[in-house]
Nanobody, 121 residues
Framework: QVQLVESGGGLVQAGGSLRLSCAASGSIFNINAMGWYRQAPGRQRDVVAVITSRGSTNYADSVKGRFTIFRDNAKNTVYLQMSSLKPEDTAVYYC???????????????WGQGTLVTVSS
């Protein structure tokens, strides 16, 4: 089993910054790509940013230049630094880890419980 625990969400004014963290724990053999997704009320869950185990990154167009994803492989932790936040960034943010458990061969997607980010205008 693997657990992803997110932290760092909250209420911030437009133009402000927040940093989200997501730590994975459990019987982990390897974590491949990690990423952040978000889901606003009444909308589907969309990808925000992803990072490979080697550090290559990709971002949704809506957050390019404002958000930065990075990870600490030794700690199995992924971060999302969010700057110049806008009201439309308001959503529940979920982390994702493509995980291989110890003693297994198959990778699967593990998800965190979500953390709410609210940006006021």
């Amino acid at each position: 089993q693997v657990q992803l625990v997110e932290s760092g969400g909250g209420l911030v004014q437009a133009g402000g910054s927040l940093r989200l963290s997501c730590a994975a724990s459990g019987s982990i053999f390897n974590i491949n790509a990690m990423g952040w997704y978000r889901q606003a009320p009444g909308r589907q869950r969309d990808v925000v940013a992803v990072i490979t185990s080697r550090g290559s990154t990709n971002y949704a167009d809506s957050v390019k230049g404002r958000f930065t994803i990075f990870r600490d492989n030794a700690k199995n932790t992924v971060y999302l630094q969010m700057s110049s936040l806008k009201p439309e960034d308001t959503a529940v943010y979920y982390c994702n880890a493509r995980t291989v458990l110890a003693g297994t061969l198959d990778a699967f997607d593990a998800w965190g419980q979500g953390t709410l980010v609210t940006v006021s205008s």
